[in-house]
């Protein structure tokens, strides 16, 4: 680096002087430095759930909406591309209300008891829209999460109002110990989806541990999970599903899982993935585990729906929510980004889902927007690669088809041009593609120039905008 503007460059901030006629035009801008060399998490992906029978309610559709519908979640040319459903495993035994109803309904008579599973093809509508993630748009990961065990196997004699699985430390029932029955349960409901040709790849038996609800809820220290993973982990071995992952805990929020995490030393070979809230604290730091780890929960419960990207910054907006995904990927390292609800058609007037239905048809959000504007570009096995730049938010990820992603959040009201320098590694662009989300843009392409090295682009950031830079390689770099 020799020359000043070099110099500034490092500094991230280049100031361009252009004699434009008689005044000095002085635009400001952003050099953002991409460093093939520095890398972070490998990404799994973004998702959402259609869980609490949502996916009962959006196959009442029409055919056409419920096209609409799946189209907006799981495509990539028409929606937001997203790579990870988390279904909800029954715990209820009937299906009144929103319950999601189990694959063991009623006692068999003990946990030593012959069991009494059963298989409605349906699986609370969500064998369906699995069925169309994976076979009609290609989704990998599908992650099963119990919210609680079915009553009878608790404290309480209830799947609601907390409870602990009898069995774990401090949890002893006259029934006796469910431990090993709520593993082979699981199990069995992993196998009822393989028999439907869908493979679970992730299976979560706790939901928010830290907190009771009138629904489905079971309490858990990480102790206590502790106990429950040492039988899960060998009863998925013994049942040929060594590759299945354990996810744990799905806390409400972010310091509970630190506290957890630090109970569950013991098991930290046989967790596969740290999984956490976004309710009761934030991604702000990352969880203290070698495991990866998701953000399995977020949304805007309470605010009354909003379909705007930016307007002033509220909890449901589009913007609110790109902001929200990149705090977590580089302040939270996660691997995984998960919205509450996809798509629903239940009497609820709040952000709490991507989708709504209004006179039976599908409306999407800005924030399923948001999340469709990090899902396109950065794909399941992208790694997170260095990214700085001054006066922005920026990240950036290699692709595993070679694609280089950079993805710039400019929060301020005027508009910045960009150059991006990417170096650290032999990547040569061939071209580049922009594209442009903000009030006025829904992901319009804009325009990006690469110099003839191949590792410059520039282009521009209008106010409070997202845009998605998208480098593809001149040939594959690796
Ligand atoms: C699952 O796949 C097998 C083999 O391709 C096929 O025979 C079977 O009918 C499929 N089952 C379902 C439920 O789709
Ligand atoms: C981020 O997560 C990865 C696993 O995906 C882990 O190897 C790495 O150590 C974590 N980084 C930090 C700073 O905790
Ligand atoms: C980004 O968000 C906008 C909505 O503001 C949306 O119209 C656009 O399609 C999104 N981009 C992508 C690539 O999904
Ligand atoms: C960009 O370059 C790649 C690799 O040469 C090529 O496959 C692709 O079609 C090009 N895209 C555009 C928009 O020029």
């Known amino acids: ?10 500094l991230g901030l280049v100031p361009g002087l252009a004699l434009a006629g008689t005044h000095l035009e002085r635009r400001q801008t952003t050099g953002i430095t991409v460093d093939l060399s520095k890398t972070y998490q490998t990404m799994d992906g973004f998702g959402t759930s259609e869980a609490f029978q949502r996916a009962v309610t959006m196959k009442r559709l029409s055919e056409t909406e419920q096209r609409k ?28 209300d929103d319950h999601m109803v ?18 409605d093809k349906s699986d609370n509508g969500q064998l369906w829209v699995s069925t169309e993630a994976v076979y009609t748009y290609g989704v990998k990961t599908i992650y099963a999460n119990a919210w ?22 401090g949890a002893s029932c006259s029934s006796g110990d469910w431990k090993q029955a709520y593993a082979d349960y699981l199990v069995k409901y992993i196998q009822f989806y393989a028999a439907e040709n869908i493979t679970v790849t992730h299976l979560g038996f706790l939901n928010e541990p830290d907190l009771t609800t009138s629904y489905a809820s079971m309490r858990s220290s990480g102790t206590q999970a502790a106990d429950f993973i040492k039988v899960l982990r060998p009863t998925l071995d013994k049942a040929n599903l060594g590759s299945v992952s354990i996810n744990c805990c799905d806390s409400m929020g972010w310091s509970t899982m630190n506290t957890m995490l630090g109970q569950m030393r013991s098991v930290e070979s046989m967790l596969g993935v740290a999984t956490g809230h976004a309710y009761s604290s934030g991604p702000s730091s990352p969880l203290p585990v070698k495991t990866k780890t998701w953000m399995t929960e977020a949304a805007d419960n309470n605010g009354a729906w909003t379909s705007a990207w930016y307007s002033n910054g509220g909890a449901g907006e589009g913007m609110t929510w790109a902001n929200n995904i ?23 007037n709040t952000n709490s889902k991507l989708i709504r239905v209004v006179n039976k048809a599908v409306e999407p959000s800005k924030r399923l927007w948001a999340m469709a504007n990090w899902s396109r570009f950065v794909r399941p096995g992208a790694v997170r690669v260095g990214a700085s730049g001054s006066g922005v938010r920026t990240t950036a990820f290699r692709n595993v088809d070679g694609m280089v992603s950079v993805q710039v959040i400019n929060s301020g009201n005027s508009e910045r041009a960009m150059t991006i320098t990417v170096g650290g590694g032999d990547f040569t662009a061939a071209n580049s593609t922009a594209w442009v989300t903000d009030n006025k843009n829904d992901c319009s392409q804009i325009d990006a120039s690469v110099d003839a090295s191949g590792k410059v682009v520039t282009g521009k950031a ?13 040939a594959k770099a690796y």
């Open 1 to 10: 680096m020799h020359s000043l503007k070099a110099a500034l460059f490092l």
């Open 69 to 96: 519908f799946l189209d907006l979640m799981f495509s990539p040319e028409k929606g937001a591309a997203l790579s990870i459903l988390r279904n909800g495993i029954g715990s209820s035994p009937d299906m009144s």
């Open 102 to 119: 189990s694959i063991q309904p009623k006692n068999p008579g003990g946990p030593k008891a012959e069991p009494k599973y059963t298989w």
């Open 148 to 169: 609680s065990a079915p009553g009878y196997m608790k404290t309480n004699g209830n799947d609601a109002n907390g409870g602990n699985l009898c069995g774990v430390s």
């Open 326 to 348: 990149y705090s977590a990927i580089t302040s939270g390292n996660v691997s995984a980004y998960l919205y509450w609800i996809g798509g629903q058609d239940r009497s609820s």
């Open 462 to 474: 209008p106010s409070r905008s997202m845009v998605t830079f998208v480098l593809r390689p001149a």
